[in-house]
């Protein structure tokens, strides 16, 4: 049987400069460096040797569905939801609530928020 672990995620982006700045300040993710090439994609660690690259597509069209997006999860889901708010970042639950978390049957509270892309991103603390 084949095995797999989780590796990275790679997001087309219109502006890389102002996509590392939000992700750096909200989420606190470090820069490293692009081993892969001399592109101007930047990668930032999600930790764990896992990784978020961002590829700059400046002239792309980026399409939005709330269904594609990805989860992180934080034992501090509180202090990460005053963070928003005191970085002026719009959050919501599933349904589009703005400004309200969720807690789903199995007790998981999570929030959704969007990208400078639009790009969707669920915090939740199912740690």
């Given at each position: 049987m084949l095995?797999?672990?989780?590796?990275?995620?790679?997001l087309s982006v219109k502006d890389v400069n102002e996509s590392v700045d939000?992700?750096?300040?909200?989420?606190q993710f470090e820069e490293i460096k692009n081993t892969?090439?001399?592109s101007k994609t930047r990668w930032l660690s999600?930790?764990?040797?896992?990784?978020?690259?961002l590829i700059p597509r400046p002239n792309f069209e980026i399409k939005i569905n709330k269904a594609?997006?990805?989860?992180l999860a934080t034992s501090e889901i509180e202090s990460?939801?005053?963070?928003?708010?005191?970085?002026?970042?719009d959050y919501s639950d599933w349904?589009?609530?703005k400004n309200k978390d969720y807690i789903r049957k199995d007790g998981i509270k999570q929030v959704y928020f969007q990208?400078?892309?639009?790009?969707?991103?669920e915090v939740n603390n199912d740690i």
């Open positions: 095995t797999f672990s989780f590796n990275h995620i790679a939000f992700y750096q300040k909200l989420m892969a090439s001399d999600l930790g764990e040797g896992k990784q978020l690259h594609v997006h990805f989860a990460f939801i005053k963070r928003l708010e005191k970085l002026g970042v349904l589009g609530t990208d400078p892309n639009g790009y969707w991103i």
